[in-house]
DNA sequence: CCGATTCGTTTCAACCTTGAAGTTTTCATG
DNA sequence: CATGAAAACTTCAAGGTTGAAACGAATCGG
């Protein structure tokens, strides 16, 4: 509540971006989950998980780098891996080195998930999304992204959310 | 699972502007979220509500026309409502032509809370998002959104997410 | 008019997310 | 070393979302 004095109210152009992003927000999870669901029984959340160990070194990476780079809450990711370890798509076992992280090791079935799923996914992102855009519009949707995950992650850095490319000026941190 | 015979990948730029998307689509609704339950004890879906209701003629509207605007299902909107009647922020009361609809209409305290919370949630918009935005980028969120709302709403057209100004050349439906 | 169907909403069970508390391991320091 | 603090997960309870089923009101065809 502690806002400054006078509110600075969002300009006309302003107000029909924020709704342009409110359309995204709103309605992009929600389609991605449904045809993940109807087509592959995965939810997107639990999808990333998968997509991202299969293109991590070894299929496996540490339980709060996945949690860094999707930005989900500790338990979140606990619960997902939880899920898909029960499905026997990944292991977890202690880390060798510092034995309070788990490592989550995609296995052979979990790979054929993902290899099953992308398909499907990557043409409704491309549906839903990409087709129909000029490069301007998709240069714009890379650096605003890039913006706001600066200014979301703040000092922990866009870096675990951005692939360095996508990142922009962004201050060395 | 139909997919087509052969998949269609994200080029670079394209993977860039969906990595971008994805950061907006996981991150915004989580600061917004955070911000308005920390200043006003809201989350976004009951805000949005409250605020529609708010620029609504009468500050009243149909449960349907809710749901049809924020693209909730009708289970979403009837506990957000039931909470916010709760809360005594909303009434609701059968519509007087056709009783199988009900009217959610704003109360005296309701208003105040929406100008109570408006300011801080704009702010934080501001912050997140618009700040540092250039027009074509602001242009390119609006066309981006619009376009959107078109794939996801389909037939049922994205007049009722979208304002007129916003929707672009869509279909008239 | 009367039965069947559609429409708008609510309710319910299953599931997911959140934030707080608890556990185990590691690190820093005296 | 020993002890306190920090880090990395997990667990738990509370609350929100989803999709299906249920319900009353309105409409349509005979």
């Known amino acids: 509540m ?40 995965l939810n997107l ?22 949690a860094a780079q999707s930005n989900a809450s500790p338990s979140r990711l606990s619960n997902a891996v939880g899920r898909l ?35 499907g996914h990557a043409a409704e992102v491309r549906r839903l999304l990409i087709d129909g855009r000029s490069e301007a519009e998709l240069a714009a949707l890379r650096d605003v992204g890039a913006s706001v995950a600066r200014a979301v992650l703040g000092e922990r850095c866009a870096e675990t959310v951005m692939p360095p490319a996508a990142r922009g000026d962004a201050p060395d941190c």
Do not use: I, N
């Open 2 to 41: 502690d806002d400054d004095a006078q509110p600075r109210w969002l300009s006309e152009e302003e107000q029909l971006a924020w709704v342009g992003v409110t359309a995204m927000m709103w309605l992009l999870p929600g389609s991605l989950d449904a045809q993940l669901h109807r087509d592959s029984g």
């Open 45 to 66: 959340f639990d999808y990333f998980v998968l997509s991202s160990l299969s293109q991590a070194e070894g299929r496996q990476r540490r339980m709060s780098d996945l």
């Open 85 to 119: 370890e029960a499905q026997g798509w990944l292991t977890r076992h202690p880390h060798e080195q510092d034995r309070r992280s788990t490592v989550a090791t995609l296995t052979d079935a979990g790979y054929d998930k993902v290899v099953a799923s992308a398909p």
